[in-house]
C-alpha cells in the first residue's frame, strides 16, 4: 500500500504565502514524477506543478513566478508566494511511483483547501 500525505493548506490573505507539503510513505521501489493538481469549485482538475525525479519542473501558466515546487526524497512541497483570490482550490498532491521494478502506478492524496481572502 501506498500513502500519500498532505498538509500545509489554510486561510491566507491575498498577497500572501502558504507551504504545502506531501511524504509519500509504503512499499515504495522508486519515484518518478511528483506534482501539484488543484480544483476550485464547478472547475476542472488543473497542473499547478510538477518535479520531475531528475529535478526538472513544469508549472501551470497562472502560477509560473508564483509558486516553487521541489522535492526531497518522498516528499514534494510546494511554495506558494503572491496568492491570489483565483488560487482557491483544493490542492492534491500526485505521485507515479513504481511499487516494484515492473509496477508502476499513479497515486494521489486527499486534498488540502487553500482560501485566499481579498
Known amino acids: 500500500q501506498v500513502r500519500l500525505v498532505e498538509s500545509g493548506g489554510g486561510l491566507v490573505q491575498a498577497g500572501g504565502s502558504l507551504r504545502l507539503s506531501c511524504a509519500a510513505s509504503?512499499?515504495?521501489?522508486?519515484?518518478?514524477?511528483m506534482g501539484w493538481y488543484r480544483q476550485a469549485p464547478g472547475k476542472q482538475r488543473e497542473l499547478v506543478a510538477a518535479?520531475?525525479?531528475?529535478?526538472r519542473t513544469n508549472y501551470g501558466d497562472s502560477v509560473k513566478g508564483r509558486f516553487t515546487i521541489s522535492r526531497d526524497k518522498n516528499s514534494v512541497y510546494l511554495q506558494m508566494s503572491s496568492l491570489k483570490p483565483e488560487d482557491t482550490a483544493v490542492y492534491y498532491c500526485?505521485?507515479?511511483?513504481?511499487?516494484?521494478?515492473?509496477?508502476?502506478?499513479?497515486?494521489w492524496g486527499q486534498g488540502t483547501q487553500v482560501t485566499v481572502s481579498s
Open positions: 500526485y505521485a507515479r511511483i513504481m511499487t516494484s521494478i515492473v509496477r508502476e502506478s499513479d497515486y
Open positions: 509504503g512499499s515504495i521501489f522508486s519515484i518518478n514524477g
Open positions: 518535479i520531475t525525479s531528475g529535478g
